[in-house]
């Protein structure tokens, strides 16, 4: 005799045998009890939840001579015809593969005749959202007013796309998700029946793989068995593909070490072995979902489908991740995996690896946060040592691209102290132990400043990349390129300056007053009155 699969083998044949949806069954029974007959059933949910079993268990208790409660009697000649599949008027039809107007007027054909056994005609259309436009129509005149011999029971996963005609002349049930726990019972009851062990971990797991569908968690069991009839938890992870996933972890701790290198390496290793690039995206965006997951919920059971062992690794992960990193990375894998219909995969996915290691690549506000976060985490607590001047002569840093940041700092607010201006052909006052600077000439130590800020004031250091500075008598006058050191210097908050001015003492040995340096043009020689307005300009900071 060939083997028949669990799921066929246990399929419930009574109401009472319908595992976590008992909101329907006891409708269902209550309205058979009383001899209430809807001429039209809809059942509706997710794949593996009782839908096309209670549509059968529906057909024999309309149909049963000795119903008890609602629930078929199953010894009966109309219930043991129905069982062996042997009862003509128990039509079935897949609307998948007969979706057709033709296929519905030649249904609307066998209705007119009156069953030749049993009492009712039923008539069980699975996928029925898979029929045509046409075929709806030609439907929806026997469906509002069918002969009395005849009841529909429409199955469908995809409830939204029935019409809404077809929807208000049905009576409908919603199937929900059955509960782990109810399926876990379902599966030791079948242990017992058949005569296998597993563990209470393993059938946990199992019923977590299934998400809420019993023939999925039916079958899984199915492949267990073949596997071993001692089945422990790692026997449904070997079974179910959650093990030997490691490569997903790695990727995972590139990303938060920002090892763009080694992240791209490993993708190279999976393409060399054949991994389709899709499905590496998809897994890779279900894995950070499983992170999301775990570092949001704290407590109870956390709904992820995983290995106590994998839970842990999850665990350790959330514990480094911030949450706004996690979902940035599923924001940035989703469009990734859009966009993969239409591009080279692995260019899409290696681009967006490099994206999620190195944030500084993106300009999305989830990534200037974290740009933000990384700046201020980075800076030192504790003002650095000062720094001769007499060191020698620094080598120029390379320049670093900084946007224009966006939010003001919340810090204490304190004005800039005035500033007054020299008098007319004064002469600034030399530096203590030094000759006086020419204020047409750059200072060679303003880069030791520079790294100092670089330390203590990073968003200062980005904007006065490649500037130059002067001294003229008790003012610092600094050239930046950058358009964003004016509006920042001459804000509200003093912060910046402070910083400018803590540096510059730190490396010149003198506390300067801070002014914007512009260069004398030939018109200014000539006009004094331009000259002098040009100055008041000058230290307006």
Known sequence: MAYKALYRKYRPTTFSEVYGQDHIVETLKGELSEGKISHAYLFTGTRGTGKTSCAKILAKAVNCTAANG??????????????????????ELDAASNNGVDDVRLLREQIAFSPSRLKYSVYIIDEVHMLSLQAFNALLKTLEEPPEHAIFILATTEVHKLPATILSRCQRFDFRRIEPEKICQRIDYIAKEEGFKITPAAASLIAAAADGGMRDALSILDLCLSASKDITEETVAEVCGMSGNEYLNKL?????????????????????????????????????????????????????????????????????????????????????????????????????????????????????????????????????????????????????????????????????????????????????????????????????????????????????NGSKAYIKGQFLLIDAPNTGFKDLVNGENSVHRDAIRRAAEQVLGQTFKLGPYKAKSEAEETDPLRAFANKLKQFEM
Not at 73 to 82: F, M, P, R, Y
Not at 386 to 411: D, F, G, L, N, R
Request: aromatic share 2%; with cysteine.
């Open 70 to 91: 609602g629930d078929p009697c199953l010894s009966c000649e109309a219930c043991k015809a129905i069982a062996e599949e042997e009862a003509t008027d128990i039509v």
């Open 252 to 464: 995972s701790d590139y990303i938060i070490a920002g090892n763009a290198s080694e992240a791209l390496s490993l993708i190279d290793e999976l393409y060399t072995n054949s991994v389709d690039m899709m499905r590496l995206a998809v897994d890779l965006s279900a894995h950070f979902r499983d992170i999301m997951v775990v570092k949001t919920v704290q407590k109870g059971t956390k709904p992820v489908v995983c290995s106590a062992a994998q839970l842990e690794i999850y665990t350790e992960k959330a514990n480094r991740f911030d949450i706004k990193d996690i979902m940035r990375a599923g924001e940035l894998l989703a469009a990734c995996i859009s966009s993969m219909q239409t591009a080279n995969r692995r260019s899409l996915l290696e681009m967006t690896i490099i994206k999620l290691c190195r944030p500084q690549l993106c300009d999305d506000i989830a990534s200037l946060e974290k740009r933000v976060r990384a700046l201020e985490l980075g800076a030192p607590k504790t003002v650095a040592a000062p720094v001769s001047t007499a060191a020698a002569e620094p080598k120029p840093e390379p320049p670093k691209a900084m946007e224009k940041p966006q939010v003001k700092e919340a810090e204490p607010t304190l004005q800039e102290e005035e500033i007054p201006l020299p008098e007319e052909n004064e002469a600034p006052a030399p530096m203590e132990g030094e000759a006086q600077a020419n204020a047409d000439t750059p200072i060679a130590e303003w880069s030791e400043v520079l790294k100092i800020l670089s330390k203590t004031a990073p968003l200062m250091h980005g904007v006065l």
